[in-house]
């Protein structure tokens, strides 16, 4: 099931042109969000700001607008059964709306952590600031993965810097204080990084952008990723080369943070 075109169509398959500039270069926008109490607009839904970061995007590509009020209707349509969407933008403004369920895995690595490896610094999204279509790298630095038995990948820079995971932003704790990599260094603008900052700030806690340096990440005591799906997931232990950096993912800050996800 999804939604297409201002239609909701029962299949598993879709037809496209085969010149359409999505399947040729990867040519659309798209964002993921978890529907919390089956509402778009719940707050930590966060509808408003996922529509908006599309639009901006169309807005620097000079892309078409799609039709929001339709996209809304799909979107409200599909959350009836699925609590994770994926809305997809195509340059003429077309629509494409598809949904799936929570990692069944997900409660255990919020919990316990999961483990990542740095990929190589060729590896990195195009056009890091947006969330397009051409999304080959993390998804081959995702499979990539089993091989260090991890279960994400770390993208860093031609420096070593730590920028973001396949997946997400990310964050560590240190000396009382939550760091995340700064939005300059040519990372996502992720709506759930978004989200925790604001409300770290908010409630007075410390919370700072720093550059992730080889130095800077080993002094860290605990460090995780945050997206709009899983929420926060602690990393307890990060590969490089042929050593690895270990992370606490039982450390009290996580339940500090946990406590910010709610809106």
Partial sequence: MYW?????????????????????????LFTTLRVYNNSLDFPLTNWRLHCDRLNSSLQDFGWSSPNWQQLRQGAKSLAENFSVLRITIFPDGTELI??????????????????????????????????????????????????????????ADYRGYWLETSTGNLWGWG???????????????????????????????????????????????????????????????????AGSLKYNPYHCCFPQLRRFLIS
């Fill in 175 to 241: 000396k009382n204080t939550w760091w995340t990599p700064p939005l300059s260094a040519g990372i996502l603008p992720g709506i759930m990084r978004s989200h925790l900052f604001k409300r770290l700030e908010a409630s007075g806690q410390s919370v700072k952008e720093e550059p992730f340096t080889p130095e800077f990440v080993r002094s860290l005591e605990a460090l995780a990723y945050s997206n709009c799906v899983v929420e926060v997931i602690p990393l307890c232990e990060v590969i490089q080369g």
């Fill in 4 to 28: 297409y075109k201002g239609k909701l169509i029962e299949s598993e398959t879709l037809e496209l042109s085969i010149y359409d500039p999505g399947l040729l270069y990867g040519a659309t």
């Fill in 98 to 155: 598809f949904g799936r369920l929570l990692p069944s895995n997900l409660k255990d690595s919020q919990d316990n952590g999961v483990k990542a490896y740095v990929a190589n610094s060729d590896s990195y999204r195009s056009l890091p600031t947006h969330k397009t279509g051409n999304y080959l790298v993390p998804w081959l630095s995702k499979f990539s993965a089993d091989k260090y038995n991890a279960q994400e990948a770390i993208f």
